[in-house]
């Protein structure tokens, strides 16, 4: 099973759809959670830390569900610019790791006018 | 300008010849991570350091790859031997919490 796993996509969406995307990942251990966002041929730019009671920042909302080991993102009222892939990230803790920060392949978003 | 730095931006090498990357972290970061990504996959994790020691480092990671980070300040990432399947981007993030990555090296092997 692998560490961080995610829905490639694409997810195809028109303005103002809601879109969600879930990521499981595989240690319950982990101690940090966070969404990346990456444009094509950009380095990933943090999107949004994932907290345990779940949070918000605008139209994005984060969650964690640690008994089942998942993240979600929603996002509300899309825009043609968020349009990009999104990536999962989880601090890995324990079986040999210390605290190395473990990527999802990503999930590519495309949002049409 | 107080973000990560990655120096060069591109490679261009041939194929058997040696090259090395240089990562600037932010300043208050204490961790440092050196990821490769291909096309069409996520950042793939290479190594990783707490201030100037190396806690761990990806299996994946042939004995041609070595990092350091001998201040704990500015990293070095040293390919030995290039390969053509080491064309790559080559991603720098440090952070205390949250991770930040620099612009990257593009590497291509010919």
């Known amino acids: 099973r692998k560490e961080v796993e995610q829905d490639p996509g694409p997810f195809n969406v028109p303005e103002g759809a809601t879109v969600a995307f879930n990521c499981t990942y595989s240690?319950?251990?982990?101690?940090?959670f966070f969404w990346y966002r990456q444009d094509c041929r950009k380095e990933p730019k943090l999107l949004m830390s994932?907290?345990?009671s779940g949070n918000e920042d605008g139209r994005f909302t984060a969650q964690l569900n640690r008994a089942s080991q998942y993240i979600s993102l929603l996002i509300r009222d899309s825009k043609l610019s968020d349009s990009a892939t999104y990536l999962c990230?989880?601090?890995?803790?324990?079986?040999?790791?210390?605290?190395?920060?473990?990527f999802g392949k990503g999930t590519k978003l495309s949002v049409k006018p | 300008d107080t973000g990560v730095s990655q120096n060069p931006r591109h490679k261009i090498t041939k194929r058997g010849q040696n090259v090395t990357f240089r990562c600037d972290p932010i300043?208050?970061?204490?961790?440092l991570y050196w990821y490769r990504q291909t096309l069409g996959q996520g950042p793939e994790f290479l190594t990783y350091?707490?201030?100037?020691?190396?806690?761990?480092k990806s299996r994946l990671l042939s004995d041609r790859f070595s990092a350091e980070r001998p201040k704990g300040s500015f990293s070095t990432l040293e390919i030995q031997r290039t390969e053509q399947g080491d064309s790559a981007m080559y991603l720098c993030?440090?952070?205390?919490?949250?991770?930040?990555f620099g612009q990257g090296t593009r590497l291509t092997v010919v």
């Open positions: 993030a440090s952070s205390q919490i949250e991770a930040f």
């Open positions: 240690n319950s251990a982990s101690q940090s």
């Open positions: 994932v907290y345990s």
């Open positions: 990230v989880v601090n890995l803790i324990g079986g040999g790791s210390q605290g190395n920060l473990i």
């Open positions: 300043s208050e970061h204490n961790r």
């Open positions: 350091f707490q201030n100037e020691a190396q806690l761990e």
